[in-house]
C-alpha cells in the first residue's frame, strides 16, 4: 500500500481541482459548489484562503482559487494524500537595471513581468519582459556603425548604417504593446510546451525609430514580393554560428503598416542590447518573435517564409479545434497573426491584503487586443455573478494599450477574488479558461484573477 502523507489544499487543487472539491468537501460538487459549501466544507475552504468568503454561493465547481493557485495568503491546510514533487516558488532575475522579474527560462534566458509591475502607462525598461531565443550578441560599440541589409525581391538592395539611417529617413515615437506569442501559455491544461507564461510576457513601451515601410519603400519591392524574411545576429544556443537561431517574417501588408518601425530607442534611451539593441524590428499586435532583435537583415520573399519559427507548430494556432493533448495534424495549423484580447489587473497585486473594514475596493489595470482596440473591460467580485464595467482611458496613438479604472464597493470583510475581461472592437470576449489548446500553447487568454484578503 503506498505510504500516506499530508499534502496541502494548494497542491491538491493545483494537481486535480474536482478530486479536491471531493476531498475537502466529502463529494463531487459538479459544475456549482452551491449548497455544498457550508459546515466543514466551507470552513476548510475559508481556513484555506484565511477569511470567510462572501461570495461562497457562487464559486464554480473546480475552481483553484487564487490565493491556492499562487500560494499567495495562507499556509498550507493538510490534506491526506500521496505527496506530489515539492513546488518550487519564483525564482527572480539578477539582472542589471531590472526589477524583480521572474525568470521562467535560463538557457535561452526568459523572464515575465508580474502583473503589479505592469502598473505604469508606459513601462519602464526595468520592468520589460525578456525574451531570448539564442545567446545575445556582444553589445555593439560604436551603434551607429551597425549595419542593416535590405535584399531579395527588390529592385535596388539597400545596406545602411544606423546612423544614415537616422538621418535619411523620418523618424517617430509611438507607445506600443510588445507581447510575447506564448504569452498565457501556463493557463492551459494539459500543459502546453514551452515557456510557461502567465500574463507577464507583455509591456508596453515608447519605441523611437522610423517606418519600415519607408525603408523598404527605399528598396523598391518588386511586384512578387509577398513576406519578409527577418535576421538578426544572436547566436544558436548550440553555439553553430552558420545555424539560425529565429528567422521570422510578415505579410508585405503589415510590414509596410505604417506602425510597424525599425528602432533604436526605448523611453528615449538608447535600445539596450538585452532587448535587441543597437536595431530591432516592432510589429506591433502580433508575436513579439516577428519584433526581431538584433536585426541586420531583412529578405523580401515570394512566398510564406520558412525559417526557424515558421513551421510545424511553430508560432501556430489551430484552424479548428483539436483534443487537448491530442497529436497535432500539420494541416489544421494557421500562422499567428494577431494577438487575442486580453486584460489584466495591476492593482491591487495579488495576495494583497486590506485592512479591516474597506469597501471600496479601487482597481487598475491594462488592456489591449493585437491589430484591434478594446471595446470593453468588466470587472466581477463574486465569481462571475455580476459584471461591472470599467471606466477606459484614451489611448496614446494605435497600438498602445487601453489601461482601465474601476471601484467596486465590497459587503464586508473577507476573501474576494476579483476577475477581468475584455472585449475586442469585433466583441470577442476573453474566456473563462484557456480556450484552443494547442501544442505549443499559443493564444491562452483566460480573464485574469487576483485574491484580495480584506481583514
Not at 340 to 365: E, F, M, W
Not at 438 to 453: F, I, K, S, T
Request: glycine content about 10%; some cysteine; overall charge positive.
Amino acid at each position: 500500500m503506498a505510504k500516506k502523507i499530508e499534502r496541502s489544499i494548494q497542491e491538491l487543487y493545483q494537481d486535480d481541482p474536482q478530486r479536491a472539491d471531493a476531498a475537502v468537501f466529502g463529494r463531487e460538487t459538479g459544475p456549482s459548489r452551491r449548497g455544498f459549501l457550508n459546515g466543514a466544507g466551507l470552513a476548510a475552504m475559508g481556513a484555506a484562503v484565511g477569511a470567510t468568503i462572501p461570495f461562497h454561493d457562487n464559486m464554480p465547481g473546480g475552481l483553484i482559487p487564487a490565493a491556492l493557485a499562487q500560494g499567495t495568503l495562507t499556509g498550507p491546510q493538510p490534506v491526506q494524500t500521496p505527496a506530489p514533487a515539492a513546488p518550487k516558488g519564483p525564482q527572480y532575475l539578477e539582472f542589471p537595471g531590472k526589477d524583480k522579474l521572474v525568470v521562467i527560462g535560463d538557457r535561452p534566458l526568459v523572464a515575465e513581468t508580474p502583473e503589479h509591475l505592469l502598473d505604469d502607462e508606459t513601462t519602464p525598461i526595468s520592468k520589460f519582459f525578456i525574451r531570448n531565443n539564442g545567446v545575445a550578441p556582444e553589445a555593439a560599440k560604436d551603434a551607429d556603425s551597425w549595419s542593416l541589409t535590405i535584399d531579395g525581391e527588390v529592385n535596388k538592395p539597400l545596406t545602411i548604417t544606423l546612423g544614415d539611417l537616422k538621418k535619411r529617413f523620418k523618424a517617430q515615437t509611438q507607445r506600443m504593446v510588445l507581447e510575447c506569442g506564448g504569452n498565457g501559455r501556463s493557463f492551459y491544461s494539459p500543459p502546453a510546451s514551452g515557456n510557461q507564461w502567465t500574463n507577464g510576457g507583455a509591456g508596453c513601451a515608447e519605441w523611437t525609430g522610423v517606418r519600415l515601410g519607408d525603408v523598404l519603400k527605399a528598396a523598391d519591392p518588386k511586384a512578387t514580393a509577398i513576406y519578409t524574411a527577418n535576421y538578426g545576429t544572436d547566436v544558436h544556443l548550440s553555439g553553430d554560428a552558420k545555424r539560425l537561431t529565429l528567422s521570422r517574417g510578415v505579410r508585405l501588408a503589415k510590414a509596410m503598416d505604417p506602425n510597424s518601425m525599425i528602432v533604436w530607442a526605448m523611453n528615449g534611451e538608447a535600445l539596450p542590447n538585452i532587448h535587441g539593441g543597437p536595431v530591432r524590428l516592432i510589429i506591433p499586435g502580433w508575436p513579439g518573435s516577428v519584433s526581431h532583435k538584433w536585426l541586420n537583415k531583412i529578405t523580401l520573399i515570394n512566398k510564406e517564409h520558412d525559417g526557424p519559427g515558421m513551421t510545424g507548430t511553430s508560432y501556430r494556432v489551430t484552424i479548428k479545434p483539436m483534443v487537448p493533448g491530442d497529436k497535432a495534424d500539420p494541416a489544421n495549423f494557421k500562422i499567428l497573426e494577431s494577438m487575442p484580447v486580453r486584460a489584466i489587473i495591476t492593482s491591487p497585486a495579488n495576495g494583497a491584503k486590506l485592512a479591516a473594514g474597506t469597501r471600496d475596493l479601487k482597481l487598475r489595470g491594462a488592456s489591449w487586443a493585437g491589430d484591434l482596440s478594446v471595446k470593453q473591460v468588466d470587472i466581477s467580485v463574486d465569481f462571475g455573478r455580476t459584471w461591472q464595467k470599467a471606466t477606459l482611458e484614451k489611448t496614446k496613438n494605435k497600438y498602445d494599450w487601453q489601461r482601465w479604472t474601476a471601484t467596486v464597493k465590497l459587503p464586508s470583510d473577507g476573501y474576494y477574488e476579483v476577475w477581468s475581461r475584455a472585449t475586442d472592437s469585433n466583441n470577442v470576449m476573453q474566456p473563462h479558461v484557456a480556450a484552443y489548446w494547442n501544442p505549443a500553447g499559443y493564444g491562452g487568454n483566460p480573464m485574469h484573477r487576483v485574491a484580495v484578503l480584506v481583514g
